[in-house]
């Protein structure tokens, strides 16, 4: 709420930063005039609106934009009720009447009450309690209380552990390792293979020549990709019936298909 000074006259000055907005300070202004929400007359509250914005300038604080808009409009409320109405309104042009202004104080109200419950949630942890951390102590004293090894049984049993250790390793690891021959597919193979195929053959069905029963799932796609790197350079005709039917391949021209693969990715 704003900080009230009261000075030797009557007057009333406060931060305007204290009010998150203009309809704040009117729900101020309901509370300390102790005015029912649901029951009150815009008139005399427009009145001390203003006049809370007079002393303001009279104190050389900055007004923000939003609470001119608000008095303005309260003014404009204020004078249609006293004025008669000479020209008739036009039905396009949109104004603001007291009861959108009352609506919005009730809404800003409810939403206020509700911030203040989460407020209060929140500095309780919302009913949640939190377990302080404990500090475990652990007896770093020690005591063997077992047999006594000589030298000898100390001796004895790291010369069985290193035999232990030592019977675990693979002596025949590195030749393993020779031995073992790592298959490398890349796209250029495969499109070589399918360009093989095809100068053969005009037509040529992919899931027959490249499949999971004769072929590694790795070797599938990579033919796969082939095939589309082909499409790509225009050299063959792609087409598929229906979701997962063959999938039918077939080279553009009765000529063998002449690429250059090292513009192919591998």
Do not use: W
Not at 82 to 97: A, R, Y
Request: include cysteine.
């Amino acid at each position: 709420m704003p900080e009230i000074l009261i000075n030797q006259k009557p007057k009333y000055k406060f931060v305007i930063d204290n009010f998150e907005g203009p309809l704040d300070l009117l729900l101020f202004l309901i509370t300390k005039n102790k005015m029912n929400i649901f029951d009150i007359s815009l008139n005399d509250l427009t009145d001390e609106y203003v006049k809370y914005l007079e002393e303001m300038n009279e104190s050389n604080i900055e007004v923000a934009s939003e609470f001119i808009v608000m008095a303005a409009t309260l003014l404009d409320i204020k004078a249609r009720k006293l004025l008669p109405e000479i020209e008739p309104k036009d039905e396009e042009e949109e104004t603001v009447s007291e009861e959108d202004i009352i609506n919005k104080i009730i809404a800003y109200k409810k939403y206020k009450e509700v911030a203040e419950i989460i407020n209060d949630m929140y500095s309780q942890n919302f009913g949640s309690f939190a377990k302080p951390f404990e500090k475990i102590k652990f007896n770093t004293k020690l005591e063997y209380t077992g047999d006594h090894f000589s030298a000898q049984d100390i001796f004895e049993i790291y010369t069985r552990i290193l035999y232990r250790n030592a019977n675990k390793i693979n002596k025949k690891a590195e030749e393993l390792n020779r031995l073992a021959v790592y298959e490398r597919i890349t796209v250029q193979d495969k499109v070589k293979q399918i360009v093989n195929y095809l100068n053969c053959n005009h037509n040529m069905v992919f899931n027959s020549v490249f499949n999971s029963d004769i072929c590694d799932n790795i070797e599938v796609v990579t033919a796969f990709l082939g095939v589309l790197e082909l499409s790509k350079l225009k050299q063959v005709d792609i087409e598929q019936q229906y979701l997962f039917s063959d999938i039918n391949v077939t080279k553009k021209d009765e000529v063998n298909i002449k690429i250059d693969l090292t513009n192919i990715m591998e």
